[in-house]
């Protein structure tokens, strides 16, 4: 039987399997895939870690970020905001020709074509969403509140735009700045000071999931549920794909003005007409579809592996890239493009901008050290910035130990990498980016050395099962040359 490729078998971070599990071809999705569980707040990089040794039958995990999931304060929504005032810095604009990066403990880092900045007052926030809307303004959603993001002479920062007293888990604005969110009790959007609700069971049956909201270039809503389209009509919501044996994980606005879908085996464009189609999309031989990017004007593109995207939209220029012919940065976190027809692509182990044409540019992980890290958001404004050189991969070292109860683990074999895996061919290390070995003390201390600057996970080897640290954000706050230490790591009850 042939072995599958790491990136086919990292499904999970939370099974320990052994290695042979995946030396036979990965088993067939189910036809109607279990939705992601909500994200769980992982424990900070400091204090006791844990591996997981779960049962088989576990569910894969969706890698959410753990502070995603976290409750905003409930707070009534403020009027539409305000622009505030010009100060000594200049009038507040939209920017453009930047690149927006979410990146954990970090906030949002703009690369213009002066160089890398954080935006004000973003240093260690969690970013949840980035959206241009269809006024043209590029919003983010983060504590529970969406906030515009401005250039105020040249500093990028944050204006507060709208709130709602529920928790808001996806957003969007339409041409006349009206917003569309969705919350825990359905479908909101505002009319002047005055939020109107639209209850979850107008959306189906039983626990209905909501997905996504998107508005399209007549400003008419869409929403889309786990497996199935809504689309907004003067009477109310109607049904522009039926339920089915489908798992839709993204809807968002192209530059065409058409709302688009995605879904494991499939991508949907909505109409005209209130109805929706398909759209070719060059598929790779195992892997499903997942995040969608778009460019301001040109370009749309798609996540078609774990480890690959392709081009879609224009169809003429329907391409595909993938790993490791085009770059190599393990499984990828986020996409996006440019009016340059450029595609970025951000992966466990840096990032890289591809196209137009051959042109290729990566930059590993460490290289960028205001980008250095767990990346779980990109977008690009207009035709992007001036792609500045690689430096020097940066690099930090990381300690820790490994304990079961409250005695260190010796003599375990251990393994540090971006994302460790728990379907794997040979350890759940490989394959990936970094790969460092190593193997515990009579304490159950490590030490790796020589580690690019990014966020990690290890793998543990007890007895013949390996098992896998939950997230992988160990060493997020790695500067150059400096130690870190995360902490103990608990093993997994037997």
Known sequence: ??????????????????????????????????????????????????????????????????????????????????????????????????????????????????????????????????????????RVLSSGEVSQIVARGDALELMPDFSHAERISKFDVDSHGVPWILGTAGVSHRDGETWTTDSKAGFGKGDVLLMGVAVDKADTAWVATADSIYVRKPEGWAVALPKGQRFISELARGPDGAVYASEMGALYRSTDKGTVEKVKVQRSAYGSLGKLGFSDTTLGVIQNDL????????????????????????????????????????????????????????????????????????????????LPEAGEVKRGSLTGRIVSGDKGAAGLAIELCESPSSYYSKTPCTGAPTHLKGTTDADGRFSFQD????????????????????????????????????????????
């Open 1 to 138: 039987m042939r072995t599958l490729p790491r990136a086919l078998c990292a499904l999970s971070i939370v099974l320990s399997i052994p290695a042979a599990a995946c030396d036979r071809p990965a088993p067939a999705p189910s036809p109607t895939p279990a939705p992601p569980a909500p994200a769980k707040p992982e424990a900070a990089p400091e204090g006791k870690a844990a591996v997981a040794d779960a049962k088989a039958d576990a569910k894969p995990d969706a890698k959410a970020d753990a502070n995603s999931g976290a409750k905003p304060d409930a707070k009534a929504d403020p009027a539409a905001a305000e622009a505030k005032p010009a100060d000594a810095a200049g009038e507040a604009k939209p920017p453009t020709d930047v690149a927006l990066f979410a990146v954990r403990d970090k906030g949002l880092v703009a690369l213009g074509d002066a160089g890398f900045s954080t935006v004000k007052d973003t240093e260690g926030r969690w970013i949840e969403a980035m959206s241009r809307g269809g006024d043209g303004k590029v």
């Open 307 to 386: 480890e690959g995207v392709a081009v879609f939209l224009p169809a003429d220029a329907a391409h595909k890239y993938k790993s490791p012919g085009d770059f190599k940065l393990g499984m990828l976190s986020a996409i996006a493009a440019d009016d340059q027809r450029r595609v970025w692509v951000v992966g466990e182990g840096g990032v890289a901008i591809l196209g137009p044409g051959a042109a290729r540019v990566s930059w590993r992980s460490g290289s960028m050290e205001p980008i250095a890290g767990q990346i779980s958001l990109v977008a690009v404004l207009g035709a992007g910035p001036k």
């Open 451 to 494: 580690v690019p600057l990014g966020a990690y996970g290890v793998g543990v080897k007890v007895g013949k099962k390996w098992q896998v640290t939950l997230g992988s954000a160990m060493g997020s706050k790695m500067k150059p040359g400096e130690s870190v230490d995360i902490g103990e790591i608990e093993l997994a009850a037997k």
